[in-house]
């Protein structure tokens, strides 16, 4: 076994000590290579071929900016087969804008470009795929099929640009990997620290997703599934209604997962109580209200999973169930849908950071949002998302065509009004 450490003229003595720990620690650690070099790529490379020579079975790559237990090579090692897990890494974590994240990656159904995923099973090994190389654990028979399938002098790691992306040597050695049909794999249970002006580890990450966590919610049938559906393409894990569903919030146990942001309209009676940024969805009001009215969601037997949605909402709200009962139900289920607006509606406006109306889901309405929660995307990447994720996410099918004058002369005044306010004609 041989520890290689790239370097661009500096090694952080946190992991120096980490290294000196290790080589006491694991009697399989048979010696060190290092090299020096601006250019990481060449520098990797250059450490793979004096590997090679030296007829030891397995690299171990460690970053000068990384910290780590005493135990982590003979825990790699410890999972770490030459056929079935050939290339095995430790749980990294860097910083992305304001953003503390994994490396583990998944490729986007673009086929060309990641996501970060958020959330995995703890303490153990799971299948990538791409990861960072800042802990690598590498069997020589990888690396020799890699020589003899890719062009020198660059076989195992470079930058590249994939379809106008840019590409790190990281990713790009992965990808190597995977087409010739071996797998990428991470312990989870495996942390490393990322030292950098603070450090980036699985502890600091916890801690970073528990202060910025995000709810995107609005009234019900106004596309707070397709917004989730575009932040999770972009590498935001967001769930629907996950966290705020019909079953937690009628119990009142609300428990969040290891994960980003939550879609659900049930969430809005919560937000007083919750800590993190707040997504508005609005969609046009008289949409929504031929939406509500259309899918039965004010019938009697409406249910989802043993919670009465509109029953349930009433109690939020203060609406009365029994209001408007003079008039025949399809009306009534029109009227109801309006007061269900309004009063959803004023619940959420004041805890609202951002507000974007789901027509007008565009590349800058998604930047806005992604900025809000400290990250960045490539307009590139938006805009493929916006076109592949489907707006019609969630739909029922059973919607209402539903004008001003269907309204009752009480409700239609402040429906108005709230159509204004939010750019609406």
């Known amino acids: 076994m041989l520890l290689a450490f790239p370097d661009a003229g500096q090694v952080q003595t946190a992991s120096a000590v980490s290294m000196i720990a290790a080589a006491l620690h694991s009697p399989s650690l048979r010696g060190v290579i290092n090299r020096s070099s601006p250019r990481v790529p060449a520098a990797r490379n250059y450490l793979v071929q004096e590997f090679l020579a030296s007829g030891m079975d397995w690299l171990w790559f460690v970053d000068t900016d990384m910290q780590f237990p005493a135990d982590t090579l003979d825990r790699l090692l410890s999972v770490a087969d030459p056929q079935t897990r050939p290339v095995v890494g430790g749980l990294c974590f860097s910083l992305k804008g304001r953003e503390i994240c994994s490396t583990l990656m998944q490729k986007n159904a673009d086929g060309a470009s990641y996501s970060i995923a958020i959330g995995w099973p703890l303490n153990d090994v799971i299948e990538v795929d791409a990861t960072g190389a800042a802990c690598l654990l590498i069997h020589r028979g990888v690396l020799e099929r890699m020589r003899d399938a890719f062009p020198g002098p660059n076989h195992w790691f470079a930058d590249e640009v994939h379809d106008g992306m840019d590409i790190g040597h990281d990713v790009v050695f992965c990808e190597r990997v995977k087409s010739l049909g071996y797998p990428v794999c991470v312990h989870t249970g495996v942390g490393i620290g990322h030292l950098k002006v603070e450090q980036y580890d699985f502890p600091s990450y916890v801690r970073w997703v528990t202060r910025n966590r995000f709810l995107v919610t609005g009234t019900g049938r106004c596309g707070l599934g397709y917004v989730a559906a575009v932040l999770s393409s972009l590498g935001l894990a967001t769930g629907y209604q996950e966290v705020y569903g019909p079953d937690s919030v009628q119990r009142g146990e609300i428990r969040w997962r290891p994960a980003r942001g939550d879609a659900s309209w049930l969430a809005a009676p919560f937000l007083p109580h919750f800590i993190g940024d707040v997504i508005q969805v609005v969609r046009h009001p008289l949409a929504v209200i031929g939406s509500l009215a259309g899918s039965g969601f004010f019938a009697p037997a409406s249910s989802d999973r043993g919670c009465d949605p509109a029953a349930w909402a009433a109690r939020m709200s203060g609406l009365d169930p029994d209001a408007y009962a003079r008039l025949d139900v399809p009306a009534r289920n029109v009227a109801l849908a309006a007061a269900h607006l309004l009063r959803w509606t004023a619940m959420i406006e ?40 489907p707006r019609h996410i969630n739909e029922t099918g059973a919607r209402r065509h539903v004008a001003w004058s269907d309204l009752p002369v009480d409700l239609e005044p402040e429906v108005r009004r709230l159509a204004d306010a939010y750019g609406y004609r």
């Not at 789901?358 to 998302?385: C, K, M, S």
């Open 350 to 389: 004041r805890y609202a950071r951002v507000r974007v109306r789901v027509e007008d889901l565009d590349v800058p309405a998604v930047t806005a949002i992604l900025e809000r929660l400290g990250v960045t995307r490539e307009a590139d990447r938006i805009a493929g998302v916006l076109a592949a994720v």
